[in-house]
Structure formats: structure tokens, C-alpha cells
């Protein structure tokens, strides 16, 4: 029944399903930090709020253009509160977290372009996506804003993901009944249940989350699986 597909963007096709906080602790980790993931995770909130509330993103703004704010506003916060004291200058700091976080998207994207490449032969795909007012960069920047019929971005359309409207748009765009598309998303809350209620199947990519995602009742998903990589066979199974 699968005629067209709408994917999200941040923790799907750019970490496969690990939350974008979870990598940038990794990260925190790796450059040895010296801060408590509690402390970590009060900066990482005050960074997308702040984000959110101030035009600190641009739209000609790459990945690590955008990285290096985030990481800023993070470290300013946890400095500024007494809660990290790094041994190394914050710039300095700001600018190797978002490095070796950059050069993780590139690795994951090893996996994700294949995959989209071969769908975007079979299907049109529209991307639909909570974002910053710049995800035309990021996908110029990955190569992969060839591969979309549309992009609808929450910063430029002025609707949110949880709310259904925003997927609305994405079916809109892709032309077709919402029986007809597919919704691919790393959020249980924010991508399935809102796509599911509109008709839509769903694929949920379930991995490491912030921590809110239901452990029990997940019936609004129609496929539940763990990698991007896992679409393809899921939806050309072999015989």
C-alpha cells in the first residue's frame, strides 16, 4: 500500500535512532569533561530552548556551524552555573565536541544515504522535520538534498511535531491519501502516534532516547525496528 514515504530528520537519518543528547554526551565523554550527565543534561535543555528562542541559526548554517553554537551556549551555561570547570579553554573545548559529534554524522551517514538513495528510486520521499530554519544547509551539506520532493521544516511552516498538522503538510506534498505514506521516525511521541493518528503506517526506529518513550504500549506503531538499515527488507523482503 506504501505508495509514497515521509521520514523525519534529527535522530533518524543522521545518529540511526540515538538521541542528539545522548551523542553529544558521548562526546562530553570522550574529551573527558568534567561534568555529571544531571548537570549535562539541565545545559543540553537550556541549549534548544535558548535556540528556539533566540536567531543565533541561520539558514546558510551546516551542521557544524550549528554544533559549534549548540556547544557554546552548553558549555557557557555549565560554566557560568559553577557546574564544569574545563581545563581547557571553552572555544577550544566547544570546537572538538562538535568536531568528533560532526564526524559521527558522517559515519552514520555511511548507512543512511544508501538507504534513502535506493528508496528515493521507488518512492517519492518528503522530509518533515523539527528544525532550526536551516535544514536546506545540513542536507547540501550531507548530500542529500537530492533525494526529497519537499522539505517541511517546523522553523519555516511554524508548526511542531507532535502536532499531526505538520504531517499533514508532508502527505499534502507527497500528493496521496494518508493510507498511502509511510512515517519513519526515531519518536515514539512525536513522530508515530501523530502520523498514526492521520492513517499513516509508521515505522519506528527505536533506540537510545532521552528517556521518555513508552516501554509497554507502542500499538501506533505499525513496524518497530532498530536501524535505518532495516527498511529496506522490510519493505522489499525477499522471497
Request: glycine residues 6%; aromatic residues 8%; contains cysteine.
Amino acid at each position: 500500500m506504501t505508495k509514497g514515504i515521509i521520514f523525519d530528520y534529527g535522530g533518524t537519518i543522521d545518529t540511526n535512532s540515538v538521541h542528539w543528547s545522548e551523542v553529544i554526551w558521548d562526546a562530553y565523554q570522550a574529551e573527558q569533561v568534567p561534568v555529571s550527565k544531571e548537570h549535562y543534561r539541565l545545559a543540553y535543555v537550556h541549549g534548544e530552548r535558548s535556540l528556539a528562542k533566540f536567531p543565533l541559526i541561520q539558514p546558510d548554517h551546516n551542521m557544524l556551524d550549528l554544533l559549534r553554537i549548540k556547544l557554546r551556549i552548553q558549555l557557557g551555561f555549565l560554566i557560568d552555573a559553577g557546574l564544569c570547570s574545563p581545563s581547557v579553554p571553552e572555544a577550544v573545548l566547544s570546537q572538538s565536541l562538535a568536531q568528533r559529534c560532526y564526524d559521527h554524522v558522517l559515519s552514520i551517514l555511511t548507512l543512511s544515504r544508501p538507504v534513502l538513495q535506493q528508496l528515493a528510486e521507488r518512492y517519492p520521499l518528503v522530509l518533515v522535520s523539527n528544525f532550526y530554519g536551516n535544514i536546506q544547509a545540513i542536507l547540501r551539506d550531507f548530500q542529500l538534498d537530492t533525494l526529497f520532493q519537499q522539505v517541511i521544516e517546523s522553523a519555516v511552516v511554524g508548526i511542531r511535531k507532535p502536532d499531526p498538522a505538520i504531517f499533514q503538510l508532508g502527505v499534502d506534498a507527497l500528493g496521496l491519501q494518508s493510507s498511502e505514506v509511510l512515517v519513519v521516525g526515531d519518536s515514539y511521541t512525536k513522530d508515530i502516534v501523530p502520523a498514526a493518528s492521520l492513517g499513516c503506517s509508521t515505522v519506528w526506529i527505536q533506540g537510545k532516547g532521552w528517556g521518555d518513550e513508552p516501554t509497554s504500549d507502542t500499538s501506533a506503531a505499525t513496524h518497530v525496528i532498530h536501524s535505518i538499515t532495516e527498511l529496506l527488507p522490510l519493505l522489499h523482503p525477499q522471497h
